[in-house]
């Protein structure tokens, strides 16, 4: 029997009873086909790689991630549920060192769903990913995470949960949002005033190629994961930055995407969206497995590979070259740049904010206001109207000093129904969840 370098654990979950539409590329197909993949390629017989089921999570942790309006039964499903579920059994088994490395491949996606959540929006419904981050601090009190989104489409609704949160470095690359939903994205989108500079943007001209993605990797995100030292690294692996995407319009390869996970070396990786069914996902799937495993991918290749063909332009590469330098200036000089914010807005941050739910078709409006506190990251208030609701959420976060955690409860408290439909407190310095909901 063969075996791998490191210990891996997969989770493979296609969500039969889940889809857009049955001919939609975001169906059960995405993964079957790596599956057959993985079997043609006799990996379920390395002696260090093995298959798990997941197991299901409380909703307390979804409820201390998003507010679900107007339930989380109401919106996600229990295939939802499994995605969310496959993260936290993986990383219980690579922190108990029964596994190095884990690979969620699992449906639905996640990326997109914001801290709010009224629905599919991007494919998303409840994040995968933060959810784990929730359940990481939780149960085994870890406090660096990075997660690192190299999905094609800007990992939004990530960005929005650890806005504030300078314990959570968050690190998209993307096609440009100017060129591709959801139209976020820049450089100049770096975090709240308790976090500056832990957002950090990445977007890339279209039909970047492997050569872009790597210099990406290597001249910017290696360097801030040094510096930043976090004890968890999570890859929202999206796939559909491949050549072959039919949704996206990039060049990155199998081959490319094995290099990147290599090196990126993440302790657990998620997929995210890939929509090339037969000629991308099996290989670049594959390739991601065989770099996690520490197994040789230096054949993994579609039968139609040709880098010469996919080579980005000149002009590609000295953008890419220019984007790195700036955006590793923000991130050298967070602490000038939060020290600017916070005597610009003096008590509180406010920003607007319109969310469209493209696979619904309904907008949601908010408003945010972040309260700038000098002991702690500060309590977030959000009165967030769609369809025929009204919401007030309440953020205490996780450091919150004991005036922020006081006010907190106090604005639950004396908020009565008025015209709000739904008051939400979420109390992530103890793990509580409190909501209050008015009949309209």
Not at 63 to 88: E, R
Not at 209 to 225: A, H, K, Q, V
């Amino acid at each position: 029997m063969q075996k791998a370098q490191n210990k891996l654990g997969l989770i493979l979950f296609p969500a039969f009873d889940w889809r857009i539409t049955p001919t939609h590329p975001e169906r059960e197909e995405r993964l079957l086909y790596t599956i057959d993949q993985i079997e043609e390629e006799g990996l379920f017989d390395y002696e260090n790689i093995f298959v798990y089921n997941p197991e299901i999570i409380d909703d307390k942790y979804i409820n201390l991630t998003h507010f679900c309006i107007p339930d989380v039964d109401s919106i996600a499903t229990i295939s939802h549920k499994i995605a969310a579920s496959s993260c936290i059994t993986l990383v219980k088994k690579i922190l108990s060192n029964e596994i190095a490395k884990g690979f969620a491949l699992i449906r639905p996606p996640g990326h997109h769903a914001h801290r709010i959540t009224y629905g599919d929006r991007g494919f998303c419904v409840i994040n995968n990913e933060a959810i784990m981050v929730e359940y990481l601090r939780k149960e085994h009190k870890i406090k660096k995470i990075a997660i690192i989104d190299t999905d094609c489409h800007h990992g939004d609704g990530t960005q929005d949960i650890f806005w504030n949160d300078k314990d959570v470095l968050f690190i998209s690359l993307h096609q440009d949002g100017r060129t591709l939903y959801p139209g976020s994205g820049f450089t100049n989108e770096i975090g709240g005033p308790a976090a500056t500079g832990y957002t950090l943007n990445l977007p890339l001209s279209p039909y970047t190629s492997d050569e872009g993605f790597l210099y990406c990797l290597e001249n910017l995100i290696l360097p801030i994961l040094e510096e930043f030292k976090p004890e968890i690294i999570i890859n929202s692996a999206g796939q559909d930055n491949h050549y072959s995407d039919p949704l996206t319009n990039m060049n990155f390869s199998a081959q490319g995407y094995a290099k990147l996970t290599e090196k990126l070396n993440p302790h657990i990786s998620v997929l995210e969206g890939g929509y090339s069914v037969e000629d991308a996902l099996p290989y670049v799937n594959l390739g991601i497995i065989f770099a996690l495993a520490g197994i040789d991918c230096s054949n993994i290749k579609e039968p139609d590979y040709d880098p010469e063909k996919l080579r980005q332009s000149t002009r590609i590469s000295e953008y890419i070259k220019k984007l790195c330098e700036n955006v590793y200036i923000i991130w050298k000089n967070k602490e000038q740049i939060e020290h600017d914010v916070k005597k610009k807005y003096q008590k509180h941050f406010t920003r607007k904010k319109s969310i469209y739910y493209d696979t619904m078709g309904f907008l949601e409006q908010q408003l945010e206001n972040i309260k700038i506190c000098n002991k702690c990251s500060g309590l977030i208030t959000i009165e967030s109207t769609c369809l025929n609701y009204r919401v007030l959420a309440i953020v205490i976060p996780f450091d919150a000093c004991d005036e922020c955690y006081n006010q907190g409860y106090d604005i639950f408290s004396n908020t009565d129904s008025g015209s709000f439909s739904h008051v939400i407190l979420q109390d992530k310095r103890n793990f509580e969840f409190y909501k209050k909901e008015y009949s309209k």
